[in-house]
Structure formats: C-alpha cells, structure tokens
C-alpha cells in the first residue's frame, strides 16, 4: 500500500526545522516531546532515511532532510492557501499590526501573499515603530498585534508572547575606517526612545563611565547605518544585520556587551478578532527570524 503524507506529521517536521529542538517545537504545538518524536520517526518511516540529527542540545537537518523541508514547506503553503480559499468570505474585518521596523519587510513579504490570496475581506493597517511604542500602542488599544524586540528573561507584567521567533544580538559596530578619539565622548547614532537596544546600550556605558554623545537619532534604520558606514559614528544594530562596510567593536574597544534580546509576536490585551486570529496563525506558519 502506497504511503501518504499527514499534514499534522509536516506540520510537526517544520516546527522542528523552524525552532531546532523538540522541546520548543513540542511547546509551539501544544503538544508532548514523545508526539514529535513519533510523528518524525514516522516520516523518516515513510522517506527510508533520517531526516534530522538529534543531540542533548538541538537538532539539524540532514541531506535528505534539507530536500524533505523544502518540498514539505511548499505542500503545506499550497494547502493552506486551498483551504483559506473556501473559508475566505467567513472571515473579515480590520487588523493593525505594528512590526519593528528592522522586520517589516520580511514579515511583509511572507504574510502577504496568502493574506491577500486567501483571505481578501481582511483589511490590513500596518505602522513600523519601536518596539516601546507598539507596546504602549497595543495597551491604549490602537493596536491588535505587534512584532516587538523584547529583552531576554525581562520581568514584566504583560502577557506572555504569541510566539516566539528566535534571539537577536545587538552589537556595537562602526566603518572600517572609525578610530575614536579617547578624549571625546562617543558619538552615536541611535534610534528614538523606546528602542530596546538604545536603553541597553546607555545603560551600559554608564556602568562602565564611558562618556557619549547623540550625534545622530532616526526612527529609520537607513539613515542610522549610512552614518556609521561613513565612518561619522558609532552605532547599535542586530549581529546579523552587520554589512561589509561595518566592523563589530568589543571589549578590546573599550565598548561593554549588550544582552541577547528576543524577536515576539504580542497581541492587544482580551481575545483577537477572527481577523486576527487569521493573522495570528499567518504569521505563525511563514515568518521566520
């Protein structure tokens, strides 16, 4: 007999791909370790090879599964796009999302698609802030969801994140050509207030007595990373967001660590709409940090 795909099987396989252990994936799903590890026993039952290499810590994808994830990403796409295509017209009304800037894009330009492909009636109002901002936004009720940097293991007093999508590492960086000058203060080039990473970083200069001044502070990351890479100033942005044009400063620069931070989506206070609800499992699905 001719083996078949279980949705719920790729479903768990993509959490596990996505969050690269079994126990995040396990708590994304709702479900116990033992299930996903059963239910990716049983795919590498249906593919004849293994499909991830497990250790105590993570887990990575082999050759074969490497192939298995793209191929089984395209099946669930085109499945959920079917069937939103038949639930469509239930499902309408408005949703403001606010997104930290550095991220619009990407969540854009993967929640879109299947947004406007299976769910047309959703009216969607987007606004790029910081992630302090959106926060204070989603408490005034003038926003229904946001994608926020947060502070990792920061204690507070709001709800627990729809979903969490990985760490961030703020870093110092400047142009290859920036040498600071020891009897000035530091010029900066920062976001406005309510960006995590400025609050992080000030505070530790202070910690360590290192004297700084604002030369430059933008809402836009554009006009923050063309300073730097002029070699004008000193700036904060993601490790990963790091260019050719920049280099990273460190400890050896006089310049502190800063603190992992955590990319989240969080939701207004009270129960979403069905609209958001729809956004919510959207961004769930096809965002990836």
């Known amino acids: 007999m001719q083996s078949t795909l279980d949705i719920d099987l790729l479903r ?16 994304f799903l709702n479900r116990s370790p033992s299930a996903v590890s059963l239910h990716i026993r049983r795919l590498e039952d249906i593919t004849g090879g ?43 009304g408005k949703v403001r999302l606010g997104i930290s800037e550095e991220y619009a894009g990407a969540l854009l330009q993967c929640t879109l698609p299947p947004l406007s492909e299976g769910f047309p009636h959703i009216e969607l109002e987007v606004e790029t802030a910081s992630s302090g901002r959106l926060h204070s936004q989603l408490q005034r009720g003038h926003m229904d969801l946001a994608l926020v940097v947060e502070l990792m293991d920061a204690q507070n007093t709001r ?9 961030t590492e703020p870093v110092w960086v400047a142009a290859h050509s920036y040498r600071a000058d020891p009897d000035k203060p530091l010029p900066l080039a ?16 202070t910690r360590v007595g290192r004297p700084w001044r604002t030369m ?10 063309t300073t730097i890479c002029a070699g004008l100033v ?18 050896e620069d006089g310049l502190p660590t800063l603190p992992l931070h955590e990319l989240q989506l ?11 609800e729809v956004l919510i499992r959207l961004i769930g699905d096809h965002f990836r940090l």
């Open 216 to 225: 430059v502070m933008s809402a836009g990351t554009s006009a923050l990373e």
């Open 266 to 276: 969080v939701k207004a206070p009270g129960s979403p709409s069905a609209a958001g």
């Open 12 to 27: 768990t396989f993509q959490a596990v791909v996505r969050f690269e252990q079994f126990l995040a994936a396990a708590t």
């Open 159 to 167: 709800e627990p994140p729809l979903f969490r999508f990985g760490t």
């Open 190 to 205: 920062l976001h406005g207030n309510g960006c995590p990473y400025r609050s992080v970083a000030l505070d530790a200069l």
């Open 50 to 92: 293994r499909l991830l290499e497990r250790d105590n810590q993570t887990v990575t994808l082999t050759p074969l599964g490497r192939r298995f994830a793209l191929q089984s990403a395209e099946l669930l796409q085109m499945h959920d796009r079917m069937l939103a295509g038949y639930n469509a017209p239930s499902v309408s």
């Open 234 to 251: 000193i700036g904060i942005i993601d490790r990963d967001r790091v260019s050719p044009q920049m280099r990273i400063l460190s400890e």
